[in-house]
């Protein structure tokens, strides 16, 4: 079953993933680029306020997990020459963000080793901030023999930088585990200009361009294929047997210059396109307007995740993103027909990924691991101090809420927000609060105020435990709202808690506007992959 799980990838991929299990690896880990990112939702207005809960933090700094981390990795089953080059590394960076940066990628690189398919292979996703070290630790993990490409993707038509050249690119390093790893050899379609440079002449046939049929200087001598053939006897030899040189030219495929120097016809519609390269520039970023875009900061197109998908796997094998932040990895895989994994460290990815999942496919079948699925695993969610907040995101998105955080520090009584659309489309504010512990009638006297001083229509109190008769009655003491335009009415402060969540019972509120970006419909591809041969570029 495709599964997505929630937490550390590190923890998920040796807990869950069996060794050799996966076909395809790719990976947009963080980039070390000291920036926080925060997932898009929009506001009541549709617009994305600058108050957002943060998505992840790139920003990296030495602490005791990295030298745990560094210990861990003296252990009998990592090679000791991992661990020599981590030194090596740490001589010149010091405890310094790259090197924090580095021992987390390196021992999750070394778990993809391990989980990787001996015919398998992995695309790193990086930029030129730290891909040199990279492609130093996957020489050691996967092997020099085994590197394939360093693949540049232009990401950006245009970028100012006024000491340096403009930095449009990532990098993405293609390794396989093996010589033998499976390639689909991808074409594209030609270029106008191409098209109109080279395949300039045409006959019955069709367009064709003229191509070399004599062997040129640099290929050396064949005495086999130097023969004399309709008076013109190349120095070098010919390309192909005589035999095959007479069908060819009884086919009308053999073209004769002026100076009677032969070449070989080349038509149009028998050429397959144009072979993939490694430097990606048809391939734009996704703009605001995509339809596509989600809003997810780092979210990468839709076509270069097809592009490796389709080159590096086939229908039914096992493709794992173990950083898979907005899904796209997983909604291509899923387009195409292969089985995948998805793995994310934060709620607000994991819920995001879901919504997208069911707006793409509204028939997919997944499992979830780790995102509370009953009232136990609820509970375990919201026993920590870490896990308070957590709690808080899980329960206000699963509802299709916003989760809020205070520009000004502190979240002032709010939690999130939901919003409901009268006849006239204008937008009402819903205020959330969520509970993850005890609480009484004051805590909805609280959340009553917050209504009033913020001018919403009613208030949500979303709680882990169940209300006491007094907090139900200082609910019910709240009254009821309507909206413009609209006769029924509606609680004005409700209490809806993890129970009746998942007894299938939603809060009684007039219809709320989703506060994430409905994905578009994606219809499946199955069927239309190329036989997938071994040892693809040996």
Known sequence: MNTLYYGDNLDIMREYVPDESVDLIYLDPPFNSKQAYNVIFRDKEGHYPPSQIEAFDDTWHWTDDNEELLVELTKSQYPPELIQMLHAFRSFLGNSDMMSYLV???????????????????????????????KILMDRIFGVKNFRNEITWKRTSSHSDSKRWGQVHDILLFFSKSKSFKWNRIYLPYDEKYLADFYRFKDKRGRYRLDHIIRSASMGPRPNLTYEYKGYTPEWGWRVVRGKLEALDKEDRIAWSKTRRPYLKRYLEEQKGKSINSVITDIPPLSKQSAEKLGYPTQKPETLLERIIKASSCEGDVVLDPFCGC??????????????????????????IEKRLRDNFPDVEYDVVGIPCDVPSAEKLASTREGKFLFEHWFVIALGGQPHKSSGGGDKGIDGFLYARDVKRQTHRIIISVKGGSYGPAAVRDLKGVVEREGAAAGLLLAL???????????????????????????????????????????????TSETLKKAPRIKREKGKDQELPLNGSD
């Open 104 to 134: 987390m990628m390196a021992i999750r690189l070394w778990e993809m080793h391990r989980v990787l398919k001996p015919t398998g292979s992995i695309y790193l996703h990086c930029d030129p901030t730290a891909s040199h070290y990279l």
């Open 327 to 352: 899904g796209t990895t997983l909604a291509v895989a899923e387009k195409l027909g292969r089985k995948w994994v998805g793995i994310d460290i934060t709620i607000l990815a994991i819920n995001l």
């Open 465 to 511: 435990n169940p209300p006491s008769t007094e907090a139900k009655g200082e609910a019910a003491s709240a009254g009821r709202f309507s909206l413009p335009g609209v006769a029924r009415t509606y609680p004005k402060v409700q209490i809806l808690t993890v129970a009746d969540y998942f007894d299938g019972l939603r809060p009684d509120l007039p219809d």
